[in-house]
């Protein structure tokens, strides 16, 4: 089975024959509390649903809290039940509907009768104290909890309730940037994995360290494997899938390796919830690509929150929010999994905006998700997560992926992101470009297909330490790829080059439209390298010099020969920035960043890109399905700072592409609000005009019926 995105999963060939899960769908979840059995109303809730065209319900049913009069010793059911049976009642109402059933299992945490009858079941601390959360006991994946108490439990909702599939969340090791746990069976199975005792707390110097993470990662997976079998021998059709933390150092804590727990579920899911946690505003579509690349042409639901977020969990998210949000997920192909807090709302102001989302979503859904025809591709690295990123991530390795997410977003590039592991599955001849922010620590396989993509004529940009550390974070005594690059570690990478600059040398692609400027800004860090021979280098360094008084604020040395971009000739085209320019987009959003970032992947690969100008806050997605091509168009002005509470519509919005030369649109529809529009052609290249851009708009180009 190949990795990558060679097909997309919801398209309108794959509706009848395909099992449930495999077809373009709309999901919600109920998040029930403990008092939520004396004040649920099932038939509002179905009803709502039913008008919102959901497909497939999910709500607690137990695990750290049973809704359910639970014959099982030690489940712990919520003391407000009553004589009710809300899962009951819930799964019957929304079958009444044809809606699919998901239980939503909480496999994480209980309560004291289970831990003082089996304190070997739960984690404990380097000091023997258990590890709590809310007054909950977390529970060990490695101990019993999980291979005998939880499967007992999926066997007897299986039993009673015969749900569709089950949906397991808080399957996951307690966060290490917690504790490590050092209960008997952690121990007892690392020993004999490793043939070392666990490391007693993170140590990013230990190598032992590092093979821990290594391994939680194993034992995820395996537990995972197991549920799902369970599930199975409950039900040969039912579906089995977690929740995955969503973000891109979010999922390394709780030991969820993404490429390999996706090969092994039914659907794909990533929760992409909110802005409460201060993500992007293109969090959605960040993760859905991600999660694309390793799906193995499953579907991908993204669970997106109702409510606001932790610090305000009873109140809804602005209707002009969630809009936006879902259209990120929309664009990317992703499927709306809306999640609400509580069985009753305090807050219900948007609910008609997610009502009328999944109405839109259901009549437009043959037009969703497709073949990517992006050909850029942006590197995600987990290795350079783990081990280079370490307990910094966010800011070593984070901020340079995100910087060139953004860069390109305002660019108006089409781009895909591919996990690591899909790199050497992956028929990478359909791109144009590979770029790699600050992939540090790739692994083996990884960077030789690099190099086979770039001496096939392929293009590459890569920026700061890329490939500098070997896979386990060791480092190396030049970088991996130096012979792409045409640049070479001099074995010692310059820091603390706040107020230095980047002097543009000569005319170059990659500094196009800064004519005007000498210099520009320049910070962080810098790899000292020399160059072959046959390297250019467009940008040098100039040192840092002083900011105040402004009498000091004066350049002593003009400039250096130290590289800070490196053009290069290896079969395809290379940009290498010794730098950290990615970051500073990303910390800073001073436009001459993404404008030499957007010109590396111009010149290394000339990839298709779409014409918006002056309108650099449109997020566009591109894509095919059968004889169409289908242009998103997201509006995220206004929206950098969440959450986004009025809408910022663009009026006369020009819009140009190139078509691939097999498509021969005479028509353009837009779905979301301006139907047909007028379309000037010139060869392959089709220009229009949108009137309004709210903040979503679908073009479809085809030829008339």
Not at 214 to 238: F, G, H, I, S
Not at 572 to 591: A, C, I, K, M, S
Request: a negative charge; aromatic letters at 10%.
């Amino acid at each position: 089975m190949r990795l990558g995105m060679q097909r997309g999963a919801n398209t309108v060939a794959v509706t009848e024959d395909l099992p449930w899960h495999a077809k373009p769908l709309r999901l919600a979840q109920i998040n029930l509390n403990e008092l939520d059995p004396q004040r649920l109303d099932v038939e509002a809730w179905i009803d709502y649903l039913a008008q919102a065209k959901v497909d497939v319900l999910s709500f607690n049913v137990g695990g750290a809290v049973a809704f359910y009069p639970s014959e099982l010793h030690g489940h712990n059911i919520t003391p407000f039940l009553g004589g009710r049976d809300p899962v009951d009642e819930l799964t019957t109402a929304a079958r009444s509907k044809g809606m699919k059933v998901l239980a939503r299992l909480d496999f994480n945490r209980t309560k004291d009768v289970l831990y003082h009858e089996h304190p070997d079941w739960f984690t404990i601390d380097y000091t023997g104290k258990p590890i709590m959360h809310y007054g909950f006991y977390d529970a060990c994946p490695s101990g019993p909890y999980y291979s005998e108490f939880m499967p007992s439990v999926i066997r007897e909702i299986m039993a009673r309730y015969r749900f569709d599939g089950i949906f397991a969340v808080n399957c996951h090791y307690t966060s290490f940037t917690i504790a490590v746990c050092h209960c008997a069976h952690c121990r007892r199975l690392f020993r004999e994995a490793e043939g070392q005792p666990l490391p007693a707390h993170p140590d990013w110097d230990n190598p032992v360290w590092h093979r821990y993470m290594r391994w939680r990662y194993r034992m995820t997976t395996e537990v995972w494997n197991l549920l799902k079998n369970v599930t199975r021998e409950a039900d040969p059709q039912a579906v089995f899938l977690g929740n995955l933390g969503g973000g891109i150092s979010r999922n390394t804590p709780h030991g969820w390796e993404l490429s390999e727990i996706a090969h092994l579920e039914d659907a794909v899911q990533q929760e992409t919830q909110n802005r409460g946690a201060g993500e992007p505003v293109f969090l959605p579509a960040e993760q859905g690509k991600l999660m694309r690349s390793v799906a193995h042409g499953k579907q991908v639901w993204l669970m997106m929150s109702y409510n606001f977020g932790f610090g305000a969990r009873f109140q809804a998210s602005p209707p002009a929010e969630l809009q936006v949000w879902f259209a990120e997920a929309f664009a990317a192909g992703g499927l709306p999994y809306v999640h609400f807090i509580g069985g009753r709302l305090q807050d219900t102001r948007s609910l008609d905006t997610i009502r009328d989302l999944l109405v839109w979503h259901a009549a437009n859904e043959r037009h969703l998700g497709g073949d990517s025809l992006a050909e850029t591709a942006v590197v995600y690295s987990l290795r350079t997560v783990d081990h280079y990123g370490k307990d910094r991530s966010p800011q070593r390795y984070d901020s340079h992926f995100r910087g060139y997410y953004q860069a390109l977003l305002r660019s108006h590039i089409p781009f895909d992101v591919l996990h690591e592991a899909a790199l050497a599955q992956t028929d990478l001849s359909r791109y144009k470009v590979l770029v790699l922010p600050n992939a540090a620590c790739l692994p083996e396989e990884a960077i030789e297909s690099i190099r086979g993509f770039v001496r096939s004529g392929g293009g590459l940009v890569a920026t700061h330490e890329t490939t500098l550390f070997d896979e386990w974070g060791k480092p190396r005594d030049d970088f991996a790829l130096s012979d792409l690059f045409g640049a070479h570690y001099n074995g010692r990478t310059v820091t603390d080059l706040f107020h230095s600059h980047m002097r543009i040398k000569g005319s170059h692609p990659v500094t196009a439209g800064l004519e005007g400027t000498e210099m520009l800004p320049n910070a962080g860090a810098a790899c000292s390298v020399h160059l072959d021979g046959d390297a250019a280098a467009p940008l040098v360094l100039v040192p840092p010099c002083p900011t105040y008084p402004p009498e000091l604020a004066w350049t002593r040395i003009e400039e250096t020969s130290q590289a800070m971009a490196v053009a290069h000739e290896a079969g395809g085209r290379v940009v290498y920035f010794p730098g950290t320019p990615d970051r500073l987009y990303w910390e800073n959003n001073l436009p001459d960043h993404a404008a030499i970032l957007a010109n590396a992947v111009r010149w290394a690969g000339s990839p298709v890109e779409i014409g918006l100008p002056e309108w650099e806050s449109v997020d566009v997605h591109l894509y095919r399905i059968d004889g169409a091509v289908v242009l998103h168009l997201v509006n995220l002005t206004g929206a950098e700072r969440g959450p986004l509470y009025k809408l910022n519509p663009l009026y006369d919005v020009p819009v140009c592409l190139k078509l691939p030369a097999d498509i021969h649109a005479v028509e353009v529809r837009a779905l979301v609000d301006a139907g047909t529009l007028p379309l000037e052609r010139d060869g392959d290249t089709v220009k229009l005009v949108i009137p309004a851009l709210r903040h979503y708009e679908v073009l479809v180009f085809e030829h008339k019926a």
